[in-house]
């Protein structure tokens, strides 16, 4: 277990409004990694961090923004939600040691988009 | 770039059957190979994990082995249970320095064990 948790699990919100969740870890690992899960499609990742204020673009990042400001937050905003946004999001973490690079994920925020 | 095919499910079998995934995988360098099991509601967990040819990684009675010349790493468990009623990832990660730790996973297989 690597401390994860995600804030809120679920959230009801409107088209067009902003909505930010928070993936907060206890470990003070450097990478960490926001990914959306949907029917069909596996995980997609969409963007991720090596380290406090250093954040990159995943694969589909459109829509979304990040930040880190401390070592154990990693925030996603929806800047303006569309129903297409509805999924399940996780937050994962990896130790970044030499070697393996697994992942560990957080519970994961179930978000639906009116 | 890397990409993971496996087996598209639902996969659905009865208490004690033997259980196989296949995953295959293309990858731009060495990478480490996963499979992780997702339990409804729940955030996907490492299952087991290896690192280089030939290795086998097992956990809770499953297995896979690192096959570099058929680049694949099958999933296969002698006996299942009704508990393993879950969604397998297959995952690879490449272990370059600029990689940033990211892993490239596979559409994910839904496995119905019946009692």
């Known amino acids: 277990d690597a401390g994860i948790t995600q804030s809120p699990r679920h959230k009801v919100t409107e088209t067009g409004t902003p909505v930010t969740l928070r993936c907060h870890q206890t470990e003070n690992h450097r990478y960490m990694y926001w990914y959306r899960q949907d029917p069909g499609h596996g995980l997609r990742l969409i963007h991720y961090?090596?380290?406090?204020?250093?954040?990159d673009k995943g694969e589909v990042s459109d829509g979304y923004s990040v930040s880190r400001s401390k070592t154990e937050d990693f925030l996603l905003t929806l800047e303006s939600a569309t129903s297409s946004q509805t999924s399940v999001y996780f937050c994962?973490?990896?130790?970044?040691?030499?070697?393996?690079?697994?992942?560990?994920f957080g519970p994961g925020t179930r978000l639906t988009v009116l | 770039g890397n990409s993971v095919t496996q087996m598209e499910g639902p996969v659905t079998l009865s208490e004690e059957a033997f259980l196989t995934i296949n995953c295959t995988y293309t990858?731009?360098?060495?990478?480490?190979l996963f499979w992780y099991v997702q339990y409804p509601g729940e955030g996907l967990q490492l299952l087991l994990k290896a690192t280089k040819a030939d290795d086998k990684g097992s956990n809770k009675g499953f297995e896979a082995t690192y096959r570099k010349e058929t680049t694949s790493f099958h999933l296969e468990k002698g006996s299942v249970q009704v508990s393993d009623s879950a969604v397998y990832f297959c995952?690879?990660?490449?272990?370059?320095?600029?990689?940033?730790?990211?892993?490239?996973f596979g559409d994910g297989t839904t496995l119905t064990v019946k009692p």
């Open positions: 961090s090596y380290g406090v204020k250093d954040t």
């Open positions: 990858a731009t360098g060495y990478p480490s």
């Open positions: 995952a690879l990660s490449d272990r370059s320095n600029t990689n940033a730790g990211k892993s490239t």
């Open positions: 994962a973490i990896s130790k970044g040691t030499s070697g393996s690079n697994e992942q560990f």
